[in-house]
């Protein structure tokens, strides 16, 4: 069996701080199969390899695990101590309990204990680790690209462009994907054309690259270096050595050619009819005279409409709102998101609305607030699990002198924090 | 009711209305704006209307639900005339005792009258009292007069006679010209003088102009623009009316925030009735001037006060700010000319009309003309609406009006002008109010909003909270308000829970400024004057959370602690059983203790307490 050293790190006080490492060392020194174990202020220091060097000659170590930080950090430092002594660097392990515990961690016993348990786990796993030997193959220096969208071109090409093979496969019958689709782009509102066409020519033209439109990849099999993989072309029933690309058979094929982008489904389609006719109702009271649908001055007030009748704005409702009226739906969760009076979420059988204006704050509503809070185990803009009631803040119900004041449902009332529970108990009968 | 087609026939209803009145008829004046109704003004009501029912008075007395009378704190608030008797926190049980005694027998009920708060003394008269005594109610004067949702009410003290004579003997030029010479200065904040809005509208080029009531009451502690909605809804749209003849527009608007839903109701019922008379509509009044109105309702965006904003938001889209290249005046909703004003604005315009810029020019101060309504409100014994000439003192309003601080306590500061204003100290008491003058302490006159608070606000915890609820509101879409409000809250935070650090206020100041220079609207420029302000006059009290990690007003939760007072507490277990956190332990009739690690600081056992036996310090 192996001798297994375990070397804890402090990192200073990046560990330290929070875990124990002198009651890990204690602990793990008892597990079966640990031969030694020690703890040091910095492990990837030069004293701290030395440390490490040392006790594998000298107790004659045969695994070593470090428990510091993230392996990404100084795998490669403790494997090359390790073997530099003669030790597989295989049989080396990082135990990493700075990113996994103390830093996220605050509770020092809970975070030691966590420490003890991510160590033993190594321990575990080093026991099963045998010795590696680097060997050399030779390998390819030809690459695949899946996929001729903006950024298949672009790797198509910066890979030819550092003097190797690529392969561009594309299941279309032309690279430039779904960026080529659009008119304008973020942020610059360049048009795509612009910043694709000359990559697709520069794709197409470019000595390093071979390209294989319309076609799909069937099979990937091999490793690293020696991949072999199994491309389809697509029928096309085209000489390609001869094509010039003019489309004339497109235009003269007598099978109709039409647009290869699917219909967009409207939203109304998926409404229940009946919701339907709800809001077309809601929406009728703001049409004037010969109008089908009212003008889009009118979308916060047909929305506060609907917020007022369900409680507050329907997902569906909003879709609905945005075809009708014609309003890119990104506008209208804007302003859906920006009033405070719509919410988006259902509210509860009564509304509770604590003023936080000036006046009652100075005589203490956020007393009140937290009072409501604490009572019905909820925070302000949240709803009870029961939907009973919904906790909101307002900035002023222009009540002042009465203050602090509250409002439930349409009722306004004067507050201290003893009328809480009374309120509550009063409004939750009803 | 018929539409009016002259201005002869309107004089013709004028009279007929006035004629019918009799000024010696017993009216009883029930108060029912949203304060008095919280109070439980709708009782008070129905049991009058039953009350005269059984007791068959209903051809003897005129039982009148009007708009707020000011005076919120002593609701229900009943005024019977024509003596002038005032009664306040008038329950449901005492109007049979009301009818009975006072209006049959000419009674007075002491129980129900105002006792002065210095004095002592029982009075009788409304115009005796000193919280009206003070008052010179120009606009908010008519509220207990009228039913708000009569338009033949308004009408019979002399509504819509301003409107009339406008049409007939002035030219629109004319009206802006006795508008511009009252000097008469929005109402809503920023105190532009109304007439030159006007003008520069009548002068801008474009086919279609509109008039705005912004009704968008946002400034939290200011609440007299709901309350001349709801209590005189009419004041608000002949004003509007004449303003929008003084521009040649034929489309206005009103945008009301959705949290006034009764100032909604009175005011659409208003339109309605001035539709009928045809004081809106085609050819009002035969003067060939077409115009109607559109009301907009808000959605709770505190930036919509704004005037690009609340636009933008009329129009049906979020109500963002923009940068103005160009006034509203020149190009406003729909990119046509536009004049916005305050509900109190446009109020003033039919007042200035009947009595003359003269009269209304020597009222108020050098360049602060008329009166200005405030919302007295916070620590103050009378809380409620007082409209005073510009030029009345703070102490003026506070002590005389406001009847001082409440429970005796020591004033500190009175907060002006809402989230764009600060606070004006102790020292700056004798400060005449108005538009100059606030300025020049550090504050603004903002929509009136005052609210007094005593030795027992922190005034960091102030600055916060202004800050908070911009941080809240602000639109986001310029950065210095969007981001400089989240580093200022966070860093007032810090100071706030104990962990502030010399230089944060250095950092603080630094950061108002670039707020102040680089935002785009005012919310943002102004945003950072509720800290300047708190800091120019209460610098040590940051200081003292700063540097020595105390709240001196015990306000600042991170930095108090609540213990019992051995001496004081006679182990009632009063407060043990109304502790929400199970903190307080002890025997019957032993001093009880507070576990720190269980407390949270809610102060229900301060409340509870009747021998003050809990201590926070």
């Known amino acids: 069996m192996d001798k297994i050293g375990v070397f804890v790190c402090h990192c200073g006080s990046n560990i330290a701080s929070t875990v124990d490492v002198r009651k890990v060392v204690e602990e793990i020194k008892k597990y079966p199969g640990v031969e030694h174990c020690e703890n040091y202020v910095y492990m990837c220091s030069e004293p701290g390899q030395q440390l490490i060097k040392d006790k594998i000659k000298e107790k004659g170590l045969d695994a070593v695990i470090v428990a510091a930080c993230s392996p990404t950090l100084h795998e490669t430092t403790f494997r090359k101590a390790c073997q530099s002594v003669g030790l597989n660097p295989y049989k080396f392990e990082s135990a990493n309990i700075r990113e996994h515990c103390s830093w996220v961690h605050s509770d020092m016993k809970r975070a030691t204990a966590k420490a003890v348990k991510i160590v033993e786990t190594l321990v575990e796993k080093i026991k099963q680790n045998e010795e590696l030997t680097p060997i050399s193959i030779p390998v390819t220096r030809r690459a695949l690209v899946v996929g001729g969208g903006i950024a298949g071109i672009q790797t198509s090409i910066d890979i030819a462009n550092s003097g190797y093979e690529v392969i561009l496969v594309e299941k279309d019958s032309s690279i430039g994907g779904h960026m080529i689709q659009l008119s304008e782009t973020f942020p610059t509102l360049d048009c795509s054309q612009c910043i694709l066409t000359p990559k697709m020519v520069e794709a197409g033209h470019h000595p390093n690259i071979k390209l294989y439109s319309y076609s799909e990849v069937e099979d990937v099999s091999g490793y690293i270096g020696n991949f072999k993989v199994k491309i389809k072309k697509k029928p096309r029933s085209v000489d390609f050595d001869k094509c010039?690309?003019?489309?004339?058979?497109?235009?003269?094929?007598?099978?109709?050619?039409?647009?290869?982008?699917?219909?967009?489904?409207?939203?109304?389609?998926?409404?229940?009819?009946?919701?339907?006719?709800?809001?077309?109702?809601?929406?009728?009271?703001?049409?004037?005279?010969?109008?089908?649908?009212?003008?889009?001055?009118?979308?916060?007030?047909?929305?506060?409409?609907?917020?007022?009748?369900?409680?507050?704005?329907?997902?569906?409702?909003?879709?609905?709102?945005?075809?009708?009226?014609?309003?890119?739906?990104?506008?209208?969760?804007?302003?859906?998101?920006?009033?405070?009076?719509?919410?988006?979420?259902?509210?509860?059988?009564?509304?509770?609305?604590?003023?936080?204006?000036?006046?009652?704050?100075?005589?203490?509503?956020?007393?009140?607030?937290?009072?409501?809070?604490?009572?019905?185990?909820?925070?302000?803009?949240?709803?009870?699990?029961?939907?009973?009631?919904?906790?909101?803040?307002?900035?002023?119900?222009?009540?002042?002198?009465?203050?602090?004041?509250?409002?439930?449902?349409?009722?306004?009332?004067?507050?201290?924090?003893?009328?809480?529970?009374?309120?509550?108990?009063?409004?939750?009968?009803? | 009711m018929a539409k009016l087609k002259s201005v002869k026939e309107f004089e013709k209803l004028h009279k007929q209305l006035t004629g019918k009145k009799?000024?010696?008829?017993?009216?009883?004046?029930?108060?029912?704006?949203?304060?008095?109704?919280?109070?439980?003004?709708?009782?008070?009501?129905?049991?009058?209307?039953?009350?005269?029912?059984?007791?068959?008075?209903?051809?003897?007395?005129?039982?009148?639900?009007?708009?707020?009378?000011?005076?919120?704190?002593?609701?229900?608030?009943?005024?019977?005339?024509?003596?002038?008797?005032?009664?306040?926190?008038?329950?449901?049980?005492?109007?049979?005792?009301?009818?009975?005694?006072?209006?049959?027998?000419?009674?007075?009920?002491?129980?129900?009258?105002?006792?002065?708060?210095?004095?002592?003394?029982?009075?009788?008269?409304?115009?005796?009292?000193?919280?009206?005594?003070?008052?010179?109610?120009?606009?908010?004067?008519?509220n207990n007069q009228i039913n708000p949702t009569s338009i033949d009410d308004y009408i019979s003290i002399g509504g819509y006679s301003a409107l009339a004579r406008v049409l007939s003997d002035m030219k629109p030029e004319a009206v802006v010209d006795v508008i511009n010479k009252s000097g008469l200065r929005g109402r809503g904040g920023g105190g532009f003088p109304t007439g030159k809005k006007w003008e520069y509208c009548r002068r801008a080029e474009g086919d279609i102009k509109y008039v705005i009531i912004n009704a968008d009451e946002g400034d939290p502690g200011a609440y007299m623009d709901r309350s001349i909605l709801e209590g005189n809804p009419h004041s608000v749209l002949e004003g509007l009316i004449i303003g929008a003849y003084a521009v040649e527009s034929t489309e206005g608007y009103i945008y009301v925030r959705q949290e006034y839903p009764l100032a909604l109701e009175h005011f659409t019922t208003a339109l309605d009735a001035a539709r009928k008379y045809g004081f809106l509509g085609k050819n009002i009044l035969g003067s060939g001037m077409n115009f109607d109105v559109k009301i907009a309702r808000g959605g709770g965006a505190f930036v919509c006060g704004e005037s690009t904003a609340l636009m933008a938001s009329i129009e049906g889209r979020v109500g963002e700010p923009r940068a103005k290249h160009f006034h509203t005046v020149e190009r406003g909703l729909h990119e046509s000319?536009?004049?916005?004003?305050n509900v109190e604005t446009w109020a003033n315009v039919p007042v200035i009309i009947n009595k003359g810029w003269e009269w209304f020019s020597e009222i108020g101060t050098d360049r602060s003309k008329g009166t200005k309504i405030f919302s007295l409100v916070g620590k103050v014994n009378n809380t409620g609406l007082v409209e005073v000439p510009m030029g009345t003192t703070l102490r003026q309003i506070i002590f005389d009006i406001g009847g001082g601080i409440q429970n005796n306590k020591k004033f500190k500061a009175v907060q002006t002008g809402g989230p764009s204003g600060g606070v004006v100290p102790e020292s700056l008491l004798d400060l005449p109010v108005d538009f100059e003058r606030l300025t020049e302490a550090g504050s603004m006159m903002g929509s009136g909003g005052m609210i007094v608070m005593d030795e027992n606000n922190c005034m960091v915890d102030v600055a916060k909270y202004f800050v908070d609820f911009l941080k809240d509101e602000s639109c986001g879409k310029c950065t210095p308000c969007r981001e400089g409000l989240i580093q200022m809250s966070e860093i007032l935070k810090d100071i706030t829970e104990g962990n502030g650090k010399e230089g944060d206020l250095e950092l603080l100041e630094e950061l108002s400024w670039v707020m102040t220079e680089t935002s785009l609207c005012a919310l943002g420029a102004s945003a950072a004057f509720p800290f300047l302000s708190t800091l120019r006059y209460f610098r040590d009290e940051y200081e003292v959370h700063i540097k020595e990690k105390r709240c001196p007003a015990h306000v600042c939760k991170a930095l108090i602690t609540y213990t019992i007072n051995a001496k004081k507490c006679t182990g009632c277990t009063l407060c043990a059983l109304k502790c929400p956190q199970d903190a307080i332990s002890g025997e019957k009739k032993a001093l009880h203790e507070i576990d720190q690690s269980k407390c949270i600081k809610c102060g229900i056992c301060v409340d509870a307490c009747k021998f003050d036996a809990v201590i926070v310090d």
């Open chain 1, 244 to 430: 010039t690309g003019c489309g004339d058979c497109m235009t003269n094929c007598p099978i109709h050619y039409e647009a290869q982008i699917p219909p967009v489904p409207k939203y109304s389609d998926g409404i229940d009819p009946d919701k339907v006719k709800e809001l077309d109702k809601i929406m009728k009271k703001y049409t004037v005279g010969k109008e089908e649908v009212p003008d889009k001055e009118m979308l916060i007030l047909i929305m506060q409409d609907i917020n007022l009748q369900y409680n507050y704005l329907p997902d569906y409702a909003l879709k609905y709102l945005s075809e009708k009226l014609d309003i890119p739906l990104t506008s209208i969760y804007h302003a859906a998101t920006f009033y405070t009076a719509f919410s988006l979420t259902p509210r509860g059988d009564h509304l509770v609305k604590v003023c936080m204006g000036t006046a009652c704050h100075a005589r203490g509503a956020s007393r009140i607030l937290e009072e409501f809070e604490r009572q019905l185990q909820i925070k302000h803009g949240e709803t009870t699990p029961d939907k009973k009631f919904t906790l909101e803040t307002v900035n002023c119900l222009g009540c002042c002198a009465l203050a602090p004041v509250a409002v439930i449902d349409d009722d306004y009332f004067m507050m201290t924090p003893n009328k809480v529970g009374t309120l509550l108990k009063k409004y939750s009968k009803e």
């Open chain 2, 22 to 142: 009799n000024p010696k008829k017993p009216s009883i004046a029930v108060c029912a704006g949203t304060g008095c109704v919280a109070l439980g003004a709708t009782g008070v009501v129905d049991a009058f209307k039953k009350e005269i029912k059984r007791m068959k008075l209903s051809e003897k007395v005129e039982l009148l639900i009007t708009g707020c009378h000011g005076f919120c704190e002593r609701g229900v608030v009943v005024l019977l005339r024509p003596e002038g008797i005032l009664y306040q926190r008038v329950k449901p049980a005492d109007v049979p005792e009301i009818l009975e005694k006072t209006i049959l027998n000419n009674e007075i009920i002491e129980r129900l009258l105002y006792e002065d708060t210095v004095t002592g003394k029982k009075i009788v008269h409304e115009k005796d009292i000193p919280f009206y005594k003070h008052q010179d109610r120009l606009i908010f004067g008519s």
């Open chain 2, 337 to 341: 000319p536009t004049v916005l004003n």
